[in-house]
């Protein structure tokens, strides 16, 4: 016989549902809007001239929107943050999760939240005053705000996320797995990384898809340390990515430039769905 549900069992339900649907309508209306948005443009232009054209310039007498130097940067960009800031974050973790005695644990977890609770225009005016002369000096370039740069800052940015969610993932690890690798005899760094980080490779991942996605979006920070010019991608160029080629000329486009915008906005919109879908079907081919 079914147990017939409290009141206030059926009202939470009811409220969780009400949630879950909200969410599910806003992601629905978000990509409704930027299809209708961006699409004529790309019917304009020419999906061909648009994604791989190399020449943006919206505002010349005679425009090009081609929008290859954004789309590359942003993934030169996005790439280069990962490969420095997931071995510094990931390490970071297994310190504060496995190794740290429980005052230095808390200090640094302490640094760590407050890194994640700085707003990105502090992170951009700190690397544009600071970051950017230094990497002028260094490599004798006539101006530092650059790709490596924003690749930098980036790096930084991600850190708290891929710390954070990697470090609930080792502390989740049942002990009895570290204690059954520690009475066959195993070392305890040999337990930390053929036990633990093993077991929490999931979490771990679910970091990195973070990270990405924090980098990916990121816009004030990158606008005061990348140049914002839209030149094809080298690590000492100033260079814009998709994000800030919205940023930078969304206040004053209009007719077919504001459309191309909402064009780039699509475009990294899908981008950071087919990153998502391809990562989380990655973890659950692994689960499996």
């Given at each position: 016989m079914k147990q017939k549900l409290r009141p206030m069992e059926v009202f939470m339900n009811a409220v969780f549902f009400l949630c879950g649907f909200i969410a599910v309508v806003f992601v629905l209306f978000i990509s409704v809007y930027l299809i209708l948005s961006g699409l004529p443009a790309i019917r304009e232009i020419g999906l061909v001239e648009f994604l791989f054209g190399t020449k943006w310039a919206s505002t010349a007498a005679e425009p090009s929107f081609g929008i290859l130097p954004f789309i590359l940067t942003s993934v030169y960009g996005t790439a280069g943050a990962i490969v420095l800031g997931v071995p510094v974050g990931f390490m970071t973790a297994v310190f504060l999760a496995k190794i740290a005695p429980a005052k230095l644990s808390?200090?640094?977890?302490?640094?760590?939240?407050?890194?994640?609770?700085?707003?990105?225009?502090?992170y951009g005016l700190i690397g544009m005053m600071v970051l950017v002369p230094a990497v002028r000096e260094l490599f004798g370039l006539p101006d530092g705000a650059s790709l490596f740069c924003a690749i930098i800052v980036l790096a930084i940015m991600i850190l708290p996320s891929i710390i954070s969610v990697s470090e609930t993932a080792l502390k989740a690890v049942p002990k009895e797995y570290e204690e059954a690798s520690l009475a066959l005899g195993a070392t305890h760094i040999e337990t930390v990384f053929r036990v633990s980080v093993p077991a929490a490779s999931s979490g771990i991942a679910a970091s990195i898809v973070l990270g990405i996605g924090r980098a990916i979006g990121e816009a004030m920070a990158v606008i005061m340390v990348a140049g914002n010019v839209a030149n094809m991608p080298t690590l000492f160029s100033s260079v814009r990515f998709l994000t800030t080629a919205v940023a930078s000329e969304m206040s004053y486009a209009s007719g077919l430039q504001r459309?191309?915008?909402?064009?780039?906005?699509?475009?990294?919109?899908?981008?950071?769905?087919?990153?998502?879908?391809i990562l989380n079907s990655l973890l659950k081919r692994k689960k499996v």
């Open positions: 808390t200090a640094v977890r302490t640094a760590v939240d407050l890194l994640a609770g700085i707003p990105s225009v502090v459309q191309a915008l909402f064009s780039i906005a699509l475009v990294l919109f899908l981008f950071i769905m087919l990153i998502n879908v």
